[in-house]
């Protein structure tokens, strides 16, 4: 089971993925030769949207049995800070419906969750876009894909997640709603509630580019304005989730030239919170009408 794909490097969207996949492959080999026996590249890496300054690179790593988590944490502890995260399933994972699963280890911000909780998004991104970089062809597998149970997952999450941060973001001196002020609260508000919009209009999993652009073909000239300045902050790959990204959005109302279509970052939250209040509204209704 375990295959390297020939050439897979140069497969990748960009030669900083294949440097860390690369690197990921090294350690993880030497700290436990065999184990990884499937690699697979999803999201930004494999939608084709990846940018180098702010995305990380989301990967599902395939072992025989269940890997042992003081394993994972050494490989992870000597990967450091590298933007890569993933998930850790066995092969028999992959044929069933995550909701019946339970927690698998998974490696965020450097460091590993040994209780992650996995979601169908998934599977069918794996399914149907995943980049091979060790292992089977995602279609020589057996991967659990029901596209009721993504609609469902999506519905919920609506509220399970982005309501929530919406109300939180809201609050103008909370963390978020400072947040909001910066270029990446901007994208991933707008992108996210707009990707989860396109999955519940065509059953299918976007990008966070094409879910802006999904966007603006569906929604009225009124949120046009956001969702282009959601698009140009995610083309600048500049909107980061840290304090510089923040100061770097406002430098696009306060620098010279300016940049952005807002004449103040209060203004471009306001449309911002707005544009994701419409959407989990205009998503909820699509799948009710289902």
Known sequence: MRRIVAGWAAMTPHPKIAAIVETYLILADAEAPGLVEGL??????????YRPGTSDVDFVAVTADPPPAEVLERIHTKLGAHPLEGVYLTWDDLGHDPAGL??????RAGRLDRRGTLNPVTWHTLARHGLTCRGPEPEELKIWNDPSALAAWTDRDLDLYWRRLLTRAARPLSPWGLTCLGGYGAVWLVTGVARLHYTLATGEITSKTEAGRHALEVFPERWHRVVNEALRLREE???TPTVAGVLSGLGDHFGTPRRSLYGSPFERRRDVLDFADHTITAAHKLYHNR
């Open 102 to 107: 339970g927690e698998r280890p998974q490696a």
């Open 237 to 239: 790959d500049t909107a």
């Open 40 to 49: 697979y590249l999803e999201g930004s890496a494999a939608l084709g949207d």
